[in-house]
């Protein structure tokens, strides 16, 4: 069972050292959680990580929500929580202080213009891990639906009920749920 300090220690190394928003955040969560923790398995991870897609507010914030309530109930969720939004409160209060001394900066410019393609891998990394085990079909239908958000702007709330709904149909027929 993982301790309520370990939990905060680890989402706050996660929320300090992650770049790039709450997608970057998902390999390194991922790698904490099951890879170097153990807390849950990664089947289970891939479920909360469906689940923290579908609630509203920050992919990162949620996954940890989700991550650190299944780990310890509420309290591991505060902890999460905490461990997240602490270092990133901290720096936006930071540049939000000092923010008119260093928007101007050619060197914080030129360190966030390289930070940019390891931000784009960040991203794309947890989504071609989530595709392992896929069936082809369903890596269709997932690259499918990015293509309608991309490119016809379809509200993605749309697309997910479409799926839970066109899920619930396959699974009546007595298909089942494919992974």
Known sequence: MARL???????LKIGAFTFGGGYAMIPVIQHEVITRRGWIAEQEFIDL???AQTAPGPISLNTAVFVGYKCRGFLGALMAILGVILPSFIV???VAIFFSEIRDNEWVDAA???MRPAVVA?????ILGLTR?????LIAVASATALAVW???ISPVWLLVAGALLGL????RGKGVER
């Open 151 to 153: 490119l016809f702007a």
């Open 92 to 94: 936006i209060l930071g």
């Open 5 to 11: 300090g370990d939990i905060l220690l680890s989402f």
């Open 49 to 51: 990580l469906t689940l």
């Open 112 to 114: 966030l213009r390289g």
């Open 169 to 172: 149909l396959w699974a009546a």
């Open 122 to 126: 960040l991203i794309v990394a947890p």
């Open 133 to 137: 085990g896929m069936h082809r079909t």
